[in-house]
């Protein structure tokens, strides 16, 4: 069983910054720098979508065209952790932020096998 657990979410103003951290556990045998991880979210009303995701060695990166520039995601294999550093927010960026893990370096949500309960994002205008 593999556990995801976001942490750093929160309530900022537009153009304000947050990072957010997902620390991975419960895999041993299968280690966690062999996975892709990526950040979801879902805005209220709205399905959930991609964001960004970094493949295992966090040489190779996709952003969603709506984040790029703004957002970096990056991992730290010897912490088993992803983080999402956030820059020139937007109230448009307002949602919960899903880490998610899988196999295979995709943008659909289907592509990941496991996902965390999500932490709240909220920018005010």
């Known amino acids: 069983q593999v556990q995801l657990v976001e942490s750093g979410g929160g309530l900022k103003e537009a153009g304000g910054s947050l990072r957010l951290s997902c620390a991975t556990s419960?895999?041993?045998?299968?280690?966690?720098?062999?996975?892709?991880m990526g950040w979801f979210r879902q805005a209220p009303g709205k399905e959930r979508e991609f964001v960004a995701a970094?493949?295992?060695?966090?040489?190779?990166?996709l952003y969603a065209d709506s984040v790029k520039g703004r957002f970096t995601i990056s991992r730290d294999n010897g912490k088993s952790t992803v983080y999402l550093q956030m820059n020139s927010l937007k109230p448009e960026d307002t949602g919960v932020y899903y880490c998610?893990?899988?196999?295979?370096?995709?943008?659909?949500?289907?592509?990941?096998?496991?996902w965390g309960q999500g932490t709240q994002v909220t920018v005010s205008s």
């Open positions: 970094v493949n295992w060695s966090g040489g190779t990166t």
């Open positions: 998610t893990t899988g196999s295979v370096f995709r943008t659909t949500a289907a592509a990941y096998d496991y």
């Open positions: 419960g895999r041993t045998f299968n280690r966690f720098a062999n996975y892709v």
